[in-house]
Structures are given as C-alpha cells and as structure tokens.
C-alpha cells in the first residue's frame, strides 16, 4: 500500500451513518474496508472494500471480521454498529435490553480487542455512541436498554483510551446528532451526510489531548 493512503475500518457500512463516512473518507482518498452482514447496492456503488458476513455480535463475525483484515494496518476503526430497541417501565424486555448490550457496547469492544495487532502508532479509533447514554442529560427516562447500552459503551471507550495511550492510539467517543435514519425512522433532524461530514472532521482532528472525550457531532462536550 503507499505510505500516503490511510486504511480507515468502519462497522455497519451498508447503510445510514456508516454508508455516508465510508463514502466520505474514500472521497478524501483513503482505502476505505466496509464491514456489514450483508452489503446494499448503495455500498456496492461506492467502489470501496466491502467485506460482507460481519455481525458484529457473533463469534463467526468476528472471526470473518478479523481473517480479511488479517494483514491490513488500521489507521482508522471506526466502531459504528449499533440497534435501538424500546423499553419502558411498563414493558421491560429482558430480551431485547440484552441484545443491545451485546450490539452496542460488548461487540465495539470485542472488535477493538479482535484488531488491536492491526493497529498502529497514532491510529484513531472512534466508538459511534449517543448522548441517550449520559446519564446526566436523561431528562426522559425510557429506552432502558439503548441508554444502558451506551453508557456501557461510554465506560468502555474512556477504559480503552487509558489502555491505548501508550501506543498513541486516540479514542474519540462521539453522539452523531438526532440523524434521519432507519433506526430512527428517519425522524431525526440532520441527515445522515451532514452528521457523517461532522463525524469524519472530528476523527480526522482528534489528537491525544482529546483522547477519551464523549463529544456531540457538532464539537460540543457532553456530560457523563
């Protein structure tokens, strides 16, 4: 590979956030490798690497995951992978809060932890989260296993920001926005683009000082 080109790894690349960095970052002249379960013709145009059979959650995910990226140097993992599902206190799903937790906040760690050998010295790495994982911004309560899930993955990140320093490895912990997409039935109030073009600016301008730090797309820091 030339010296120049960046390899950038994003999870959940077939469609919504995932879809618009991965075009993004290729246009800024990065090789780009696109994991997902199962590509889209949206992804397929983009002419990036798109490495299909990658459910995040499973072991043979990881495992496809990891034996095609065998022998690539990471410069950028983008962990962006994720589910909503709904709970309230009137109908608590056990089922569906543990699904969230195995997606949103064991798998992006399980991926780190399956490619830290493919990382190199001032890789980035970026967990996809929400600010429904703060704690201290709840003023809605609900959605029990999506801010359960993502606070874990909050605490996660800030771990692995510690772990990582010493190999100059950066861990950015980013809320996109309220993004129209599927998961959201694309209620939200910025499209995908737009959150993807914040996304990919914060990544490219993350240094080690800012390592560790749970930031809003739009550069704000955002409570615990």
């Known amino acids: 590979m ?18 618009a960095m991965a075009e993004l ?19 397929d145009a983009l002419g990036v690497n798109v490495v299909e059979n990658v459910d995040v959650s499973t072991e043979e995910g990881l495992f496809n995951m990891a034996s095609a990226l065998k022998d690539i140097s990471i410069h950028v993992l983008v962990c962006n992978a994720g589910i909503l599902r709904d709970e309230s206190l009137s109908d608590i799903n056990a089922d569906t ?4 937790f195995e997606v949103n906040a064991l798998a992006p760690l399980r991926v780190v932890d399956a490619l830290q050998g493919n990382l190199v010295l001032h890789s980035k790495v970026a967990m996809i989260t929400s600010r429904m ?82 930031k809003h797309s739009n550069g704000e820091v955002l409570p615990w």
């Open 2 to 19: 030339n010296s120049k080109l960046k390899s950038v790894v994003i999870t959940g690349a077939n469609r919504g956030i995932g879809l």
């Open 25 to 43: 970052f290729k246009q800024q002249g990065n090789v780009v490798y696109a994991l997902c379960r199962q590509s889209s013709k949206s992804l």
């Open 97 to 100: 809060i543990r699904e969230q």
């Open 133 to 214: 994982g703060s704690i201290a911004d709840n003023g809605s309560g609900g959605r029990y296993g999506y801010r359960m899930s993502k606070a874990a993955l909050n605490a996660a990140a800030m771990s692995l920001s510690k772990d990582l320093a010493s190999r100059e490895i950066t861990v950015g912990i980013y809320h996109p926005g309220y993004v129209q997409t599927d998961m959201v039935n694309h209620g939200g109030d910025i499209s995908a683009n737009v959150a993807a073009g914040r996304l990919v600016g914060l990544i490219n301008n993350l240094t080690m000082a800012e390592s560790g730090v749970f």
